[in-house]
């Protein structure tokens, strides 16, 4: 297997938002972390579904996947950072395209549900991920400490 490596993310690339498993709590956080990644010198694009709700996910399974699509379709994003983890990325494994994932590798980051999404992409993409901070989660607060950041 001949792995994939995304590039380095530099100031003013654009950063996707998604959120492939729960909803997060409180939906300011994601003003929240726009507003830090923005701060940082880089763009954001939130997923169109971002914010919806059914039961514990954020979203109907197939909503979730077509923010995940359009994120690695879009030319435009650089990387992608999910909201939180939860529960609800394995519903996704059998649906996602991963021929696309391998035609337009980027940086994916997340942690706890997300891994199931990270393990799939490198199995099924040759894709490198990140295990790291997401964005409901480490990057709402008006202080990230700076190993988050990093």
């Given at each position: 297997m001949k792995i994939i490596k995304?590039?380095?993310?530099?100031?003013?690339?654009?950063?996707?938002?998604?959120?492939p498993a729960s909803t997060p709590a409180d939906l300011s956080r994601v003003e929240k972390s726009v507003r830090y990644f923005e701060k940082l010198g880089y763009r954001t694009i939130v997923g169109e579904h971002v914010?919806?709700?059914?039961?514990?996910?954020?979203?109907?399974?197939?909503?979730?996947?077509s923010d995940l699509h359009a994120m690695f379709k879009d030319k435009r994003v650089k990387a992608i950072v999910?909201?939180?983890?939860?529960?609800g990325s394995s519903r996704l494994l059998d649906k996602i395209n991963y021929r696309l994932i391998r035609h337009n590798p980027k940086i994916f980051?997340?942690?706890?549900?997300?891994?199931?999404?990270?393990?799939?992409?490198?199995a099924k993409s040759s894709l490198v991920t990140f295990a790291g901070p997401m964005a409901a989660v480490d990057f709402y607060k008006d202080e990230v400490d700076d190993s988050t950041e990093e």
């Open positions: 995304p590039k380095k993310l530099k100031k003013g690339d654009l950063i996707g938002i998604i959120s914010g919806k709700q059914r039961g514990y996910l954020a979203g109907m399974d197939e909503e979730r996947l999910c909201l939180r983890g939860g529960y980051v997340g942690y706890s549900d997300i891994t199931a999404l990270q393990m799939a992409f490198l």
